[in-house]
């Protein structure tokens, strides 16, 4: 199958938090148009079972087929755990990226030996990141840890305040002095943390890789290698659906993608 | 219908918060089956709109009518505001109880005239406790305040640490000086954080009403009135059901009711 330059590309994830990816791939690639898809009715993923993720996300990724995407964007890491293959054979031929694999490929490139992991309970439980980055190079040493509390505080604004830090040094005292040369943000709303994170570690020489800058790139490449990056010169528009009370989604966008946006309901 | 005395009473929840419900319900009616259902794959609820949450309220009522309950008690704040009416109306004859209903009764019962109520972004946002004391009198004054974080603090089991206590200075500021006299713990996971709360108030003469208590003293005095109290001497025993991941669901399940318990999964 053949696809337009200018079809757009499609994002999804299981509520919110793939925005983060949808801003950091607007920001690699300003022209391209952008379908996000967030799954808010069955927001979170990561306590449910492999199968049902699977299900979910083979449900996503066909009704973004159905909009002429040009390639998916698998932006929750819970679903690129569990379904990542399961999407791959249900759309045929339209490319399909996953932000645990970008990450991989951003750690392995960064040349750290000694990886950390940060994610929800879900991914970090999953052993995703470790199995994927083992698999790239297995001399690598990989240290996980789960951060539940991050994401609800992500989503209360409270990235930086007292309890925030407090939260962040609680979680993030493993990988103080442990050797962990490299740390990779395993959950979409991590990126919100990130000085509050670098302030933790305070000047200690530990790469922050950030998966949805990861996966940016990865699209960018992808696209330009099969000669599809949209080359219309006109600035790429941002569209989100998501499978349940837009009002919630519309209120929090904003933090975390810095601009208003067209939010419609997938019924 | 007529039920037997020895049939088990029926609690759901979207997810384990209202293991805080059957553990008040054991207390107060020690002799008394109780068969729990946590929606574990669907949960949270307060995200969802209302039509689905009745949706789903009504799928898990009837599963507990073919288990042959007594009694179904909604122990999920959500559900309660959104499903009670559908639940009622699925069940025909079984009595069907729910929390908001019985904090309410408690907090007229108290005799105070100016009402706090804290709960999820879903149930604070729904109005539900405001509208259930108003239409009981019309003459309270009522103050709400959603606190978000709480649910994930109590799963993370940081109920009484510097970060659970700073956060709940900042949720409960609006009430210190308020006039608040009576404040409603509208949300399962609350009473897990009941003595950092007191302590929050310090002393001051604020009774803090827990719908898990309300719910139960309000179950004991419905199937006394039916005649329907199970009189065999029998210790009562806790089953649950959960949608999916018992894992964690029994990782945490200890916290929330202080002993082993016996966890299916209903597929």
Known sequence: MNFRK?????????????????????????????????????????????????N????????????????IIIACNTASAAAFSGVCEAVGDIPV???????????????????GVIGTLGTVGSGAYELSLKKANEELIVKSKACPLLVPLAEEGWTDNSIAKQTIDIYLKPFRNNGVE????????????????LEYFNGKPI?????????????????????????????????????????RFRELAERFIGREIDIKTAD
């Open 6 to 54: 200018d079809a757009p590309i499609g994002i999804f994830d299981s509520g919110l938090g793939g925005l983060t990816v949808a801003k950091a791939v607007s920001e690699a690639l300003p022209n391209e148009d952008i379908i996000y898809y967030g799954d808010t009715a069955r927001v979170p993923y990561g306590i449910k079972s492999q199968q049902t993720i699977r």
């Open 56 to 71: 979910y996300s083979i449900e996503i990724s066909r009704f973004l087929q159905a909009k002429g995407v040009k390639m």
């Open 97 to 115: 990226l996953n932000v645990i694999d970008a990450g991989t490929i951003s750690a392995i490139r960064s040349g750290k030996k000694h990886i």
């Open 182 to 197: 490299a740390l990779i943000l395993g959950c979409t709303h991590y990126p919100l943390f990130k000085d509050s994170i």
């Open 207 to 247: 790469e922050i890789i950030d998966s949805a800058e990861a996966v940016a790139e990865m699209a960018k490449g992808k696209l330009s290698e099969l000669d599809l990056l949209n080359d219309s010169g006109k600035k790429g528009e941002l569209t989100c659906y998501v499978s349940d009370r837009p009002q």
